[in-house]
C-alpha cells in the first residue's frame, strides 16, 4: 500500500491548478453567532463539475501516460466521483465508465452524461457496486480510479486544504463530511504537515456511521447498504483512508438526518449557496456539539452542490 506524501501533495497541485478553480472562502455574521465560533466555509460546490472530487480525479486523469489515457478510465461511484472523472476525462479526451447505483440523484446521472461518461447502473449496495465494477473494468480496460481509496485522489483532495490555510491565515479546526474518506485523508495528509497544530475533524450521518464506530473500535467497520439523505457518504473506509483516519483525525461527530436537513436550510439561507445534504453534515455537527468549537476558528469544507432541485429532502413526500 503506497500511502502518498505531501510532496505527492504539492505535485498534484502543479498538475490540477489549470483544471480546477480556487473555490471561494465564504462566512456568515448570523451562523457565528449561532455557534459561537468563526466559521469558514470553503465552497468546492463551486468548482465546474460541483465538487471538490475535481481534485483527485483531474490529478489521476493528468498523471496518466499517454499509454494509460489511451484505454481510458473508469470508475464506480454514487455521483459526484463519476461527474468529475467523466469532467476531467473530457479535458483530456478519453473515454470514461462509471458504474453508479441506480438511486443515485438523477441530476448527478444527468452531470456524468453531459461530460460524456457512459454509466451502468447497479443496486444500492456496495457488494453490487464492486462486482458489477469488475465487469465493466474488464469490458473496457481503463485505469480503474478508486473514489477515494486511491494514493492519487488523496494527494489531489489534499490541495483544497492548502488552499483553504492559505485563503484563512490559519484555522484551529477544520471539518469535513467522511463517507469513504478521500477528503479527510488529503485533509490530514496537508495539514500534518503545514499546520499540524490544526485538528482535523470529520462528520457523519448518524444513519450511516460506520466511520465513527470505526474510529472507536479501532478497526474498519463496513456497513453494505446504510440509507440517508446524504447520499454521497453511503461508502465505507478502506486501507488506505482508514490509515490517515486513524493517524490524524481528533475526533468523528455525527448527526441525524433531520439535524442534516436543519443545517442545510441555514447554509441556504445566510451563506446563499447551493449545496447537497452531504455538505451540510459538517455544521450539523458543529450546531449539535457547540462546546467543542465555541471560540474556534473552524473551517467547514462544502464538498459539492450537485442535487436535485424537485427533491430537495425538505419536501414533503420526497
Not at 479526451?93 to 448527478?108: D, E, F, L, S, Y
Not at 479527510?184 to 448518524?206: F, Y
Request: net charge neutral; charged share 20%.
Amino acid at each position: 500500500m503506497y500511502i502518498p506524501t505531501y510532496e505527492d501533495m504539492l505535485a498534484a497541485h502543479d498538475r490540477v491548478r489549470p483544471h480546477i478553480r480556487q473555490t471561494p472562502v465564504r462566512s456568515s455574521d448570523f451562523l457565528n453567532e449561532l455557534t459561537g465560533a468563526q466559521l469558514f466555509f470553503k465552497c468546492e460546490n463551486f468548482q465546474e463539475p460541483g465538487a471538490f472530487k475535481v481534485r483527485g480525479a483531474a490529478n489521476a486523469v493528468f498523471g496518466l501516460s499517454d499509454e494509460q489515457a489511451r484505454r481510458g478510465v473508469a470508475t464506480h461511484s454514487s455521483g459526484n466521483h463519476a461527474s468529475c472523472l467523466s469532467y476531467a476525462a473530457m479535458l483530456r479526451g478519453i473515454p470514461c465508465n462509471v458504474v453508479m447505483p441506480r438511486t443515485a440523484p438523477q441530476a448527478k446521472k444527468d452531470t456524468v452524461r453531459r461530460y460524456g461518461g457512459v454509466i451502468t447502473e447497479c443496486e444500492p449496495s456496495t457488494s453490487s457496486r464492486e462486482a458489477t465494477f469488475a465487469k465493466v473494468q474488464e469490458a473496457t480496460g481503463g485505469d480503474f480510479v478508486h473514489p477515494y481509496n486511491d494514493p492519487r485522489v488523496i494527494a489531489g483532495q489534499g490541495t483544497c486544504a492548502r488552499e483553504f490555510m492559505e485563503q484563512t491565515g490559519g484555522l484551529d479546526m477544520v471539518v469535513a463530511p467522511i463517507g469513504g474518506g478521500g477528503m479527510i485523508s488529503g485533509t490530514c495528509l496537508t495539514l500534518s504537515r503545514l499546520a499540524p497544530e490544526t485538528q482535523v475533524i470529520a462528520a457523519e450521518p448518524e444513519q450511516a456511521d460506520d466511520a465513527y464506530r470505526s474510529f472507536k473500535a479501532g478497526h474498519i467497520i463496513a456497513d453494505d447498504a446504510p440509507k440517508t439523505i446524504a447520499d454521497g457518504l453511503l461508502v465505507p473506509l478502506k486501507d488506505l483512508t482508514w490509515h490517515f483516519v486513524k493517524t490524524h483525525v481528533s475526533e468523528i461527530y455525527t448527526a441525524s438526518d433531520a439535524e442534516i436537513v436543519t443545517a442545510m436550510k441555514l447554509i441556504w439561507k445566510h451563506l446563499r449557496v447551493v449545496m447537497e445534504p452531504s455538505s451540510a453534515v459538517p455544521l450539523a455537527t458543529v450546531l449539535k456539539n457547540p462546546g467543542a468549537f465555541r471560540g474556534k476558528r473552524v473551517g467547514i469544507i462544502i464538498t459539492g452542490g450537485n442535487v436535485d432541485l424537485d427533491k430537495l429532502p425538505w419536501i414533503q413526500g420526497v
